[in-house]
């Protein structure tokens, strides 16, 4: 119940597609979802986060759909480029453990010149 | 601004010995949190201190511990190295307890042989 499933794995887009990263959770007492961006060598970078009384959010090209009732939440890179080429996480907390950050996999996306 | 600041960088220790970690959260920020990330994986959760206390654990064993001093730096230690502890351990801070996006150094490799 403390899981958060990623998928998938690895994404190999041209520039310029839309790249899309899901994530499913289990437990409601998530209410705070974040996407954080990882290079080598670095520590992950906050991306966008999104609490679930909204179904959407946007920053600049990245976009986070939230489904409440499916406890499913995805990340869309639009006009991604190659410099988004990086490792993203998904990742949820419960509001009264809010220390904690339950991490998905992670997917490893390539976005081709 | 200087942003989270993690010494060493890269560590080789022994089956058996003890190993610190150093993280200085960026200032202002009362908050630190510290995770492991296993090569391929998402960050798991270890501790959050939040005003010198501790107010997380995740499911690590008692061989980790850490503490938080009185400017916010914070300690991690863990006793006993497995060949299994090797990973990136990560430092995270924010400024408050509630959880609004967290800041993450780039990390401790540490490699036990």
């Known amino acids: 119940q403390q899981q958060v499933k990623q998928s998938p794995q690895s994404l190999i887009v041209q520039k310029g597609g839309i790249p899309i990263i899901n994530c499913a959770y289990e437990?409601?007492?998530?209410?705070?979802f974040p996407w954080y961006q990882q290079f080598p060598g670095k520590g992950p970078a906050l991306l966008i986060a999104?609490?679930?009384?909204?179904s959407e959010k946007k920053e600049g090209r990245f976009t986070i759909s939230f489904n409440k009732s499916a406890k499913q939440f995805s990340l869309h890179i639009m006009d991604s480029q190659p410099g988004d080429s990086a490792t993203y996480f998904c990742a949820a907390s419960p509001a009264r453990d809010t220390g904690k950050l339950i991490f998905g996999q992670g997917t490893t996306l390539q976005v081709k010149p | 601004d200087a942003g989270v600041t993690q010494s060493p960088t890269h560590l080789i220790k022994t089956r058996g010995q003890q190993v610190t970690l150093r993280c200085s959260p960026i200032s202002g920020h009362k908050s630190v949190s510290w995770y492991q990330q296993v090569l391929g994986q998402g960050p798991q959760f270890i501790f959050q201190?939040?005003?010198?206390?501790?107010?997380g654990r995740g499911n690590f064993p008692d061989r980790f511990s850490a503490r938080q001093f009185p400017n916010y730096s914070s300690e991690l230690n863990v006793n006993a190295l497995l060949l299994g502890d090797s990973a990136l351990y990560l430092c995270?801070?924010?400024?408050?307890?509630?959880?609004?996006?967290?800041?993450f150094g780039s990390g401790t490799r540490l490699t036990v042989v």
């Open positions: 995270a801070s924010s400024s408050g307890r509630i959880n609004y996006g967290y800041t």
């Open positions: 999104i609490r679930p009384d909204v």
């Open positions: 437990n409601t007492a998530f209410d705070y």
């Open positions: 201190y939040y005003e010198k206390e501790e107010r």
